[in-house]
């Protein structure tokens, strides 16, 4: 049975980010727990340099927007790009 909220997900983040994570970003990659999706929206949360961070991610008509609670924000990337929505 097709999911086209998650379809739709996923063909954004191949869009977005069709190459391989930074070697800053490694680390994080599939290191979330709590990982959850409703709908074109995954959040999760990842261990960081500074304690636990609630990422997330939502493809919206313009595109996708991703947010954290770090000081820099780019864990929510790292961490979700290469998560499999479909096993949330």
């Not at 994080?28 to 636990?52: C, L, P, W």
Request: net charge positive; glycine share 6%; with cysteine.
């Amino acid at each position: 049975m097709a999911e086209p909220d998650l379809d739709l997900l996923q063909t954004a983040m191949k869009r977005r980010w069709s190459r391989g994570p930074s070697q800053k970003a490694k680390p994080y990659v599939h290191a979330f727990s709590a990982a959850e999706r409703r709908g074109t929206k995954i959040t999760a949360k990842v261990v960081g340099n500074h304690g636990t961070y609630m990422v997330s991610i939502q493809r919206e008509e313009q595109g996708l927007r991703s947010a954290c609670s770090c000081y820099i924000g780019s864990t929510a990337i790292a961490t979700i790009v290469r998560h499999e929505p479909s096993r949330s």
